[in-house]
């Protein structure tokens, strides 16, 4: 097997193809080098499959990968005319990680390696200027220190800050080259002591332990609750990119970037980044220094200028999408060092997808640009954002990532996180944000930091997850545990504060937020998914009220797949529902259940004319009716205080009778059904008499009605018997016909396994994926939180199973139902309403085991239309709802 691969390799495919091999950065530094031409400089990719090797055999190199990278340093070497490491002339080299898919910040970096106590001399010699080889090598060693060695940066920064107020230097670039001699023998003091050995001086040895801190940080923590968040599978590995050095920091003629083709924050056309004078790659992404336009460059380096924004051009039309590059200059020479596809804002990704299907020279269609649209871009549209408030503003920086967030300030990572396992609402407070921050930055509301600029880690990070963020906030004087405002403001940390990440500002107290605007481009995108989705995969809603059903209606539902009745015997109706619990005669229950008819014939009433012409699924009663009861502790606590009366008394007693050990598995929904059969008698009534007066008043109520919790083919044929009836008794009365399917909720493994025989009663399915989920790993959903957090963190599972299918075991057993159902029933139309249904990963597996609609909240609807157009472009098939 060959695990290294020079970026000038001819590969059988083009480059950018090969992620899975080369990892993105290293096919697009491929695809750069040898396709496009660029100038980009020399080196090699360490594949991915190098990576997995090294963790599968516990930290072991792969068989010949030692030779293989030494054949590509020798290759590498005698194309620079320099080796690493040489005293009189040394080549330099960046070891850089790259996985398949961008995880920003989250995996390691070295850069300067091959510099030791000779060779910093030779480079000094041969570029003239000891300062700036001296300062390449504190940074290579502080770097390594930090990566290879796991000395923490605190240490290296304390001297170094010390030794830059010791000299009275204004900025990093003005300390000379004497003191820098002095923190680099100050840094090789702190390795010696933190790990009993001088730092590494032979070339070998430091490639080969940058490499293999590459590889480790695949699992560190960070990259795991990145991936986690984000859902990469943990088996993919890293790749490994050894690349010739180029010099920002070399001279005034000197600087570093980093670009995009467009703006990713707005979607924007023209060129946007930032770019430092004198200054490594690291100085721009981490928010050391506050950063300068990318049009600054024109000003001091014009041809410089032009010949990136040609590049830019280039590689727009080169890779049809928004770009992010990397790119250096050392002494007015340009080089790229990296590009990949931007990361953007949900508002930049709907802008850049509609134009890009304008732009004559790209062209994309409408399949492409839906394509270039992620459920997450819709769901950050969606963000709220403040109403207009007379606040105080606390202070500005850069609008780095849009929306509205509002929590507890704190200033630290754990701290932060430990706050939001509370309950807190929390905002990260910091001076510059770090990949070690990122578990903090997954439960803040939103970000603010005082330095970096808006392709700052914090900025960065905050865009691809919707997180609000402010960076670069310069009047903020941020410390420990508060900050200062410009005008002596202290803010500590629990106090609340709000940031607006679409202006730059943040504010003291919290802010009332309203909901947020879309862009026009918003339905545009819609629209064409909507056409690749039609007839494939249909999208419902889940709504229990008129309001809720207007609302799903207007995101553009096509129906209610489940309006669950119980939430209409809450608030006001609960006296009525408790009546009828409490009743100890037939006419006493009779009596209430006419009273509970009229409320819920008008819900119905409401529910049907918002989805007037669209299919509304009316689940009957499901939940156990101890829910609708006081619980017996509470009740034998005013017994025992003397505060029970009579009626209190009767609830008691009612509890008691109701009160199961396990009611999840007891008396709920078709079993309540045929314990008090008036019950469900009467949803059915109230549901046609109000479907008959809206058919005619010119309506168009299409009703299917689901009866829960069905295991077993005689249940439902029971139950369907008295349905019919009832549908029928009404619409006699009323003079009206109305055809109303029936059907079930599969939510138990066995009703899955025998879906074949429940079909013979069923013109429907619908699967709760919520309760089949937790039958079928034992797990309740209301306590199973502590073991997921452990089951995650250990690897056990990759996903919660609550937020996306379990393909292995839940998804098995709904592929199951529908093969069955569909063998008994052919007709038979499939649909899912647990939560599963806004998920996108969960809808994907939806479409692909036959479903014919997915039914999810109102708010999830549009995300919900985005992921099924997506999953017939990436599955396609032939099957079409029913």
């Given amino acids: ?61 792969p068989e010949g990968l030692d030779a293989e990278v030494a054949e590509h340093r020798a290759r590498l070497e005698a194309t620079m005319g320099k080796t690493i490491g040489d005293p009189t002339d040394p080549l330099l080299v960046s070891v850089r990680s790259g996985a398949k898919f961008s995880m920003p910040g989250m995996m390691d970096t070295v850069l300067n390696l091959g510099l030791n106590d000779e060779s910093v001399k030779g480079l000094a010699a041969q570029t003239s200027d000891e300062r700036f080889a001296n300062d390449s090598y504190r940074r290579f060693i502080q770097m390594y220190g930090k990566i290879v060695l796991d000395i923490p940066a605190e240490k290296f920064d304390h001297v170094f800050e010390a030794k830059r107020a010791e000299c009275g230097a204004a900025s990093d670039a003005d300390i000379p080259a004497s003191v820098l001699g002095e923190v680099i023998e100050a840094y090789k003091g702190i390795v010696l002591e933190a790990t009993g050995a001088p730092f590494p001086q032979a070339a070998a040895d430091q490639l080969a332990g940058a490499i293999e801190a590459v590889f480790r940080s695949w699992n560190s923590p960070r990259a795991k609750a990145y991936r986690q968040r984000e859902r990469i599978p943990d088996d993919l590995g890293t790749a490994v990119n050894v690349q010739a050095m180029v010099f920002g920091n070399r001279d005034n003629n000197s600087g570093t970037g980093v670009g995009f083709t467009r703006n990713p924050a707005t979607g924007e056309a023209g060129a946007y980044g930032d770019f430092l004078i004198n ?106 954002q403040f109403q207009k408030t007379d606040a105080a503003v606390l202070g500005t920086g850069l609008a780095a990532s849009p929306g509205a967030g509002v929590g507890k300030a704190y200033f630290d990572a754990d701290r932060c996180a430990d706050a939001a396992d509370r309950g807190e609402q929390v905002v990260l407070v910091r001076q510059e944000t770090s990949p070690e921050d990122v578990h903090g930055m997954v439960v803040a509301e939103a970000i603010l930091t005082s330095r970096g600029g808006l ?147 008008a819900d119905f009433a409401d529910v049907l004319k918002a989805m007037d012409g669209l299919p509304v699924t009316i689940r009957l009663l499901d939940p156990p009716l101890h829910e609708f009861l ?37 008396t709920r929904g078709v079993r309540l059904g045929i314990i008090k059969d008036g019950l469900y008698r009467m949803q059915v009534r109230a549901l046609m008499e109000a479907a008959c007066e809206l058919k005619k008043a010119g309506g168009n109520p299409i009703i299917e009605i689901m009866i829960p919790l069905v295991v077993t083919f005689p249940e439902l044929d029971l139950c369907r018997g008295w349905v019919q009836d009832e549908v029928a008794t009404v619409c006699a009365e009323q003079g009206v016909d109305i055809d109303v399917m029936i059907g079930t909720m599969i939510e138990t493994p066995r009703a899955a396994v025998r879906a074949d025989e429940i079909a013979e009663a069923a013109e429907f399915f619908s699967f709760g994926t919520n309760d089949l989920t ?57 649909g899912v309403c647990g939560e599963h249904g806004g998920d996108p990963d969960s809808i994907a597996f939806f479409y692909k085991v036959g479903l014919h609609y997915v039914s999810c909240s109102p708010f999830r609807v549009p995300i919900a239309r985005l992921a099924a157009a997506l999953s017939v472009l990436d599955v396609g098939g032939p099957h079409a709802s029913a």
Avoid at 48 to 60: F, K, Q
Avoid at 283 to 290: E, H, L, P, S
Avoid at 355 to 366: G, K, Q, V
Avoid at 485 to 512: F, M, Q, R
Wanted: net charge negative; proline share 5%; aromatic share 6%.
């Fill in 1 to 61: 097997m060959t695990y290294v691969y020079d970026f000038d390799h001819v590969h059988p495919r083009p480059p950018m193809e090969l992620k899975d091999l080369l990892g993105g950065k290293g096919a697009n530094l491929a695809e750069m080098t040898s396709v496009l031409g660029l100038p980009v400089p020399p080196g090699f990719t360490i594949s991915t499959d190098a990576c997995r090797g090294y963790l599968a055999a516990g930290g072991a190199w």
């Fill in 279 to 384: 200054a490594q790659g690291e100085d721009v992404v981490a928010g050391i220094r506050n950063t300068l336009p990318l049009s600054a460059i024109a000003d001091t380096m014009p041809a410089v200028h032009t010949e990136l924004m040609g590049i830019f051009e280039r590689l727009e039309l080169h890779y049809r999408d928004m770009l992010d590059t990397e790119f250096t200059i050392e002494q007015g020479k340009l080089w790229m060092l990296q590009t990949r596809v931007g990361k953007r804002t949900g508002a930049a990704a709907l802008r850049i997808a509609v134009a890009l299907t304008e732009d004559p020279t790209i062209n994309l269609s409408h399949e492409e640009a839906v394509q270039r649209v992620s459920p997450e871009h819709l769901d950050q549209v969606l963000h709220p």
């Fill in 455 to 601: 392709v700052s880690h914090a900025a960065v990070v905050a865009r691809g997850w919707g997180k609000p963020a402010v960076c670069g906030a310069e009047s903020l004087d941020i410390g420990a545990s508060s900050f200062t405002t410009a005008d002596g403001t202290v803010v500590n940390e629990g106090d609340v504060i709000s940031i607006d990440g679409s202006t730059g500002k943040v504010y003291l107290g919290a802010v009332p937020l309203a909901e947020g605007s879309v862009p026009d481009e918003f339905e545009v995108i819609l629209g064409w998914a909507d056409v690749i989705r039609k007839g494939k995969l249909g999208v419902r809603a889940n709504a229990d009220t008129g309001e809720d059903a207007a609302r799903a209606r207007a995101f553009g539902a096509e129906g209610i797949g489940l309006c669950r009745t119980e939430h209409m015997f809450l608030g006001d109706r609960l006296p009525v529902v408790r009546k009828m619990i409490l009743a100890n005669t037939p006419d006493a229950e009779h009596e209430a259940l006419a009273e509970l008819r009229v409320v819920q014939k």
């Fill in 630 to 666: 006081p619980s017996v502790e509470e009740l034998l606590v005013e017994e025992a205080t003397g505060r029970l009366d009579t009626e209190g008394m009767e609830l008691l007693k009612a509890a008691r009778k109701w009160q199961e050990q396990n009611p999840m598995l007891g």
């Fill in 774 to 830: 937790q039958m079928t790993f034992g797990f309740s959903r209301d306590d199973v939180a502590p073991i997921l957090e452990a089951y995650l963190a250990e690897g056990l599972l990759k996903v919660d199973p609550f937020e996306s299918i379990d393909q292995r075991g839940v998804g098995e057993l709904v592929e199951m139902g529908v093969a069955r159902g569909l063998s008994t029933n052919p007709k038979l139309k499939l």
